[in-house]
């Protein structure tokens, strides 16, 4: 299966995944956390999102693998609701062979 991870490596900046069929994809924590699929999140897609932002709450600070089909990032600002299924962040990132 094409979204199925061979590596995964998560810093504060950024997700890396190494796909078993040999493509590369990296997503940064700014595009996961606005992307976040949550009910909440996307609820609050349509309304004008807030010009003050404090630190930087895209900030990745933790991840856990959620069975063997998906991600939980936790940001800065303390959010972890969504979960990121592997096909998900295959389209959300940067894929390079």
């Known amino acids: 299966m094409d979204h199925e991870p061979a590596r995964i490596n998560v ?3 950024s997700v ?3 796909w078993t069929d040999g493509a590369s994809t ?13 009910a ?3 609820e609050h897609e349509s309304n004008t999102r807030s010009i003050i932002q ?3 709450r895209s900030s990745i600070a933790d ?3 959620i069975g063997g089909y998906a991600i939980r990032f936790t940001f800065a600002d303390g959010h972890a609701d969504g ?3 592997y096909g998900i962040l295959r389209e959300l ?5």
């Open 63 to 65: 991840a856990q693998l």
């Open 11 to 13: 810093d504060a900046e």
């Open 83 to 85: 979960l990121y299924p």
């Open 93 to 97: 990132g940067s894929t390079s062979p």
């Open 26 to 38: 990296t997503i940064t924590g700014d595009r996961l956390r606005s992307s976040c699929p949550c």
């Open 54 to 56: 404090i630190g930087n």
């Open 16 to 18: 890396t995944i190494t």
């Open 40 to 42: 909440e999140c996307r």
